[in-house]
């Protein structure tokens, strides 16, 4: 079978095309499909570890870049319900009977858990990672993203994190988590001269409030990973969706990993393994 990097959807709304990162390898029609979405001004690329591991074993990856955000078409999500919809087109893109698995960090995942609860039964397994509900962003901070995003970059890429230098071993020789954070978030502000998807996402999150609601309709199991040094969404934050899933009796896991906020590249092994852990069952 030949090798596919990426994948394009086109969901047919506002000239809307969705990339997608594959892992590196071809579909195949017997296996399972494993969604990954990003949070606020990153790309599919913060999976690059999580989602090639999967890929090559036995899951159908689909690490996307979220609409209006470097590789993928039409005008940003300005609430988590309409980028849920993108999801929800996506879905509906793929074979009927094929399980459907959604991963999602910080924004991505409000627009993942958002999506699972429009979904029901359709969302077999279901991972957020830096949760909260409510997410809210403070409003120097989301001042800061409109006026000043290069301020507000290195803010939020300074308290992203549990260390600014994590060992060699993180991500191998000559790496540097904060120095990447940065370039990303200046290469996905600059992919799109239309709007401020910085801005935009910050909104979308403060914005949400429909987070118990949506958990409380979940049908999927479920798993909550968070940081145990996150100053971003620690993990009391999350206490709202653990409750609401534990009213409605859902079958909902919690796991700790030492890391901050941005868990996938500051602790790829521990993220890894948590996700592992969860979707192998």
């Known amino acids: ?17 969705l990339y997608a990162y594959t892992g590196g390898t071809a579909h195949r029609p017997e296996q399972p499909y494993l969604i990954f979405i990003h949070g606020v001004l990153n790309d599919h690329s913060v999976w690059a570890l999580q989602s090639r591991y999967f890929a090559h074993h036995g899951w159908n990856v689909l690490a996307l870049d979220l ?35 959604l ?36 409003p120097s901070l989301l001042q800061s993203s409109l006026q000043e995003p290069e301020k507000a970059l290195h803010f939020v890429n300074v308290f992203s994190r549990n260390t600014l230098a994590p060992p060699p071993s993180t991500l191998g020789p000559g790496t540097w988590p904060y120095g990447m954070g940065i370039a990303l978030g200046r290469r996905v502000l600059h992919s799109n001269a239309q709007e401020n998807v910085f801005y935009k996402g910050f909104k979308a999150c403060d914005d949400y409030t429909n987070g118990a ?21 620690p993990a009391k934050a999350a206490q709202p969706l653990v409750q609401a ?35 192998s069952v």
Do not use: W
Not at 69 to 91: D, F, K, N, W, Y
């Open 1 to 17: 079978m030949s090798r596919s990097h990426s994948l394009r959807f086109d969901l047919g709304t506002a000239h809307q095309s």
């Open 67 to 101: 609409p209006g955000h470097c590789r993928s078409s039409g005008p940003a999500p300005a609430s988590v319900q309409e980028a849920a919809e993108t999801i929800a087109a996506l879905v509906a893109q793929l074979p009927a009977g094929s399980p459907v698995a």
């Open 103 to 138: 991963t999602g960090h910080s924004f991505g995942s409000l627009i993942a858990l958002e999506a699972a609860s429009q979904l029901g039964k359709r969302i077999g397994q279901l991972a957020l990672l830096g949760t909260a509900a409510p997410m809210k962003v403070a």
């Open 213 to 233: 609601q949506a958990m409380a309709k979940v049908e999927a199991r479920t798993v909550i990973i968070s940081g145990a040094y996150d100053q971003m969404t």
């Open 245 to 279: 899933a534990r009213d409605a009796q859902r079958d909902l896991h919690c796991v700790t990993i030492a890391a901050g906020h941005n868990m996938m590249t500051e602790a790829p092994d521990a993220t890894l393994q948590a996700l592992r852990q969860f979707l």
